[in-house]
């Protein structure tokens, strides 16, 4: 069974960074498109960024100067890198992936979550 383990999530200050981790099983990552998404309490889950197959991301407004996604084939493992973090990033984060070779909007493998949260 396909799976996807986030990490990396935590407590940091406004202005400051933090990286996630998704480690997705071999069966899954080659050739697949990735994101991640995130959901705050009372609001809907938002696509934050997403990595193609071929390596061409995209971002959500908000996010966009702050947030990177990447990807390294060889251990199966995506990242999200936030700088500059803000008390509206603080949120559930979930990675994605789906074996089509651009996320669809309804991927077919997710994390379970890892928490974001941003003190003011």
């Known amino acids: 069974q396909a799976q996807l383990v986030e990490s990396g999530g935590g407590l940091v200050q406004t202005g400051g960074s933090l990286r996630l981790s998704c480690a997705a099983s071999g069966s899954i990552f080659n050739g697949v498109s990735m994101g991640w998404y995130r959901q705050a309490p009372g609001k809907q889950r938002e696509l934050v960024a997403s990595?193609?197959?071929?390596?061409?991301?995209n971002y959500a407004e908000s996010v966009k100067g702050r947030f990177t996604i990447s990807r390294d084939n060889a251990k199966s493992t995506a990242y999200l890198q936030m700088n500059s973090l803000k008390p509206e990033d603080t949120a559930v984060y979930y990675c994605?992936?789906?074996?089509?070779?651009?996320?669809?909007?309804?991927?077919?493998?997710w994390g379970q979550g890892t928490q974001v949260t941003v003190s003011s």
């Open positions: 994605v992936a789906d074996r089509r070779w651009r996320l669809p909007v309804d991927p077919a493998y």
């Open positions: 990595i193609d197959s071929y390596g061409s991301t």
